[in-house]
T-cell receptor
Framework: TQLLEQSPQFLSIQEGENLTVYCNSS?????LQWYRQEPGEGPVLLVT?????EVKKLKRLTFQFGDARKDSSLHITAAQPGDTGLYLC??????????????FGQGTILTVHP | EAGVAQSPRYKIIEKRQSVAFWCNPI?????LYWYQQILGQGPKLLIQFQNNGVVDDSQLPKDRFSAERLKGVDSTLKIQPAKLEDSAVYLC??????????????FGPGTRLTVL
């Protein structure tokens, strides 16, 4: 079973601060996705990274996939209260008959105070 | 485009009772997933359907959980009998196809189950 470790589990910051969330594994993934989940809702896909070393930017969010495709990071610049939520990383298994199965990390609960 | 629909949104039952959840995926999506999300954790895949066939149910507790996807569209997940540790949010997701590096899963709002 492939595992994804996310850190930190909880993050409470002030508006305007920067933050980074990490997602680490000993396993190689064919791709890695980042989701954001708000209370009472299902996760919503933010980005998919596929190539080792890939960097993607989505406004104030920067996503990076490790060179070995075992880890990823999410960096938020100048956080806003609207960024508050649960951030989840999910890895798609590489090869075999995994049929695109996603393994989720335990999530990072981000709270941005005005 | 309508999203993934789930019902009920909330359910409270006593242990040893039975419960069923319903999911209607996005039209045309071949793959349907059921996840269990315990408070403070990420979603855990219970079962994955490709059309109306099961492709992965390795983490489904088959002694008490069952799921079906008749006609390859709607799906139901049943728990019988429920235990206290089944208290969780049950998420349904669908995707256009079941594999590929850009396989995006669309999630429903979930059903929050409380077992007393």
């Amino acid at each position: 079973t492939q595992l994804l470790e996310q850190s930190p589990q909880f993050l409470s910051i002030q508006e305007g601060e920067n933050l980074t969330v990490y997602c680490n594994s000993s396993s190689v993934f064919s791709s890695l996705q980042w989701y954001r989940q708000e209370p009472g809702e299902g996760p919503v896909l933010l980005v998919t990274v596929v190539t080792g070393g890939e960097v993607k930017k989505l406004k104030r969010l920067t996503f990076q996939f490790g060179d070995a495709r075992k880890d990823s990071s999410l960096h938020i610049t100048a956080a806003q209260p609207g960024d508050t939520g649960l951030y989840l990383c999910a890895g798609a298994e590489a090869g075999g008959t995994s049929y695109g199965k996603l393994t989720f990390g335990q999530g990072t609960i981000l709270t941005v105070h005005p | 485009e309508a999203g993934v629909a789930q019902s009920p949104r909330y359910k409270i039952i006593e242990k040893r009772q039975s419960v069923a959840f319903w999911c209607n995926p996005i039209s045309g999506h071949a793959t349907l997933y059921w996840y269990q999300q315990i408070l403070g954790q990420g979603p855990k895949l219970l079962i994955q359907f490709q059309n109306n066939g099961v492709v992965d149910d390795s983490q489904l507790p088959k002694d008490r959980f069952s799921a079906e996807r008749l006609k390859g569209v709607d799906s139901t997940l049943k728990i019988q009998p429920a235990k206290l540790e089944d208290s969780a949010v049950y998420l349904c997701a669908s995707s256009l196809r079941g594999s590929g590096t850009s396989n995006e899963q669309f999630f429903g709002p979930g059903t929050r189950l409380t077992v007393l």
